[in-house]
């Protein structure tokens, strides 16, 4: 019985570490986990209220901007493309190619931004490599983009090439 409440009583041994630095004694391994641990003092509950009010922190906004209308317009445009796509390629023509083209270069900005932003983290690599990665991102996309209209405007167009793929016969 005894053995559980102490454990309960333990279970974060770093936060009875950090309050005693906050007192300024150290703690050594007997004291952490002796019986005293089982019935808490009035100054431990003081140290409680100084451990808590170190470690909040202040409630940060977002950098601007609604959040929830760009994932809305995600969604939107993730939904387009199930209509886009197919009728672009049923009926070829300039305007529907431009459409694809650059519905699918929004739909991959986006989905590589949200990569980027997940995995190229300031905590992780400091504030230099998240905006190089956020700048290749871009001119990843912008010569994407500019690539596609490029093949629309003087070549067969997106379109015209799935076409042409498909009717390729193998050789035997």
Partial sequence: MANCILRRACNKPALVFARSLVVGNAT??????????LAPSHKQQILTSAVRQFAVSPVRNSSGGSHVTLWNVERALSLALLGVVPVGLMFPSQVGDTLMAVSIVMHQHWGLE??????VRPILFGTTVPKLAHGLLLVVSAATLGG?????????GIAGCVRKIWTTKAKE
Wanted: hydrophobic share 45%; no cysteine; net charge negative.
């Fill in 114 to 119: 949200a990569i980027v932003t997940d995995y």
């Fill in 28 to 37: 050594t391994k007997s004291a952490l986990f002796s019986g005293s641990l």
């Fill in 148 to 156: 596609l209209f490029y093949f629309n405007y003087n070549d067969i």
